[in-house]
């Protein structure tokens, strides 16, 4: 899809008031009303075939409504939101795994939710490839939501608000699988986070001066870490090892539990750093409390385990020596990655 690259805006005054109007306001606006959607000027490609089901105003609503309605779940307890807290960038703070349904602990860290068109897939594993789709993943998860598509579709048809909503959203006015699931990845697909003051430095804008060590850290991620964390999504969208060490307990196959093969073996999706800070703990199980330990895994901790990254083996040893001072400069810059227009958006906010 191509898609004119402008300044980033976060709100249109219409938008922040037709999301402060009541549901009886809602049909006012035609089911095919265009969503304001705009690109940041200093982001990579669109990865997701946007076009196929672009955002509108009603579905935008829709999507963020069941974002947070525990009734997608078999219970009627866990919601989307429940792992993915907006304060959080939509991940579980301090949580190393999921929870979910009857108070079972899944085996993976809650990833962000953010800038997910600009993904191929999804997951630490890649389960999938759709935004469109990947809503069922957790769905099916029985130790997530428990639940299929048909019982939900049953719950929502109760419901008089979503009746309405439904049929202001979608041109067949149907409350069906398909247009729950795309309600969904049209929310998804607005939760762009672009507006950090590393944005605001790249894109040459107030606010955007960098500090002395935001700069060496800068320079230091660049020459360290970009080759993973690459553009300014800062995820390159690949599968690798980086050298932890294998958990005994969950032998977590990583991307091999997805497609087979074996020299897929222990790699796991490259996560996005965007608001690192507020998403700890780190990996895809979690065993990091901090951007601390992180970088000082990176130095002396990696593991030559099966098919680990060739990117780790550049040293002596494997892995990427840091001194102190350079892993506190790269901190500093991981900092800057920080969005507080993103965490406290309205557009994101449960609304009742």
């Known amino acids: 899809m191509k898609m004119k690259k402008i300044k980033f805006l976060i709100l249109s005054c219409f938008v922040f008031l037709f999301f402060s109007c009541n549901n009886d306001d809602y049909q006012e606006i035609p089911a095919d009303y265009p969503f304001d959607l705009v690109i940041p000027s200093n982001f990579p490609d669109v990865l997701q075939d946007v076009d196929n089901n672009y955002p509108t105003e009603n579905g935008v609503a829709l999507g963020r409504k069941l974002f947070y309605d525990a009734r997608l779940s078999r219970d009627n307890t866990i919601s ?184 897929d073996r222990y790699k796991f999706k490259v996560p996005s750093l965007r608001n690192v800070e507020l998403t700890a703990p780190y990996m895809h199980d979690g065993r990091f409390g901090s951007l601390e330990s992180v970088l000082n895994f990176y130095s002396n901790g990696v593991q030559n385990t099966q098919n680990l990254d060739p990117l780790m083996q550049q040293h002596q040893t494997p892995g990427i020596p840091l001194t102190q001072e350079e892993k506190e400069a790269i901190i500093s810059f991981l900092k800057t990655l920080t969005d507080e227009k993103f965490i406290n958006n309205p557009l994101f906010y449960h609304q009742t």
């Open 80 to 263: 989307c939101a429940f792992c993915h807290e907006q304060q959080n960038a939509f991940t579980h703070h301090g949580h190393d795994f999921s929870h979910g349904i009857d108070n079972l602990i899944g085996t993976r860290n809650t990833p962000a939710v953010q800038n997910m068109i600009f993904q191929s897939e999804y997951f630490y594993d890649g389960a999938s490839n759709s935004i469109q789709m990947l809503s069922i993943v957790p769905i099916h998860n029985p130790v997530e939501m428990d639940e299929n598509l048909s019982n939900i579709i049953a719950k929502l048809k109760q419901d008089s608000q979503y009746v309405r909503m439904f049929k202001g959203a979608f041109e067949n006015e149907e409350i069906t699988s398909a247009n729950l699931l795309n309600a969904l990845a049209q929310f998804m697909t607005v939760m762009i986070s672009a507006d950090s003051k590393y944005d605001k430095y790249v894109r040459n804008e107030t606010g955007g001066s960098l500090t002395s060590q935001e700069l060496q850290g800068l320079a230091l991620f660049q020459n360290h870490c970009a080759s993973c964390h690459s553009t300014d999504i800062f995820t390159d969208n690949s599968f690798r090892n980086n050298g932890l060490p294998i958990n005994p307990n969950l032998n977590d196959l990583g991307r091999e539990t997805v497609t087979g093969f074996p020299e």
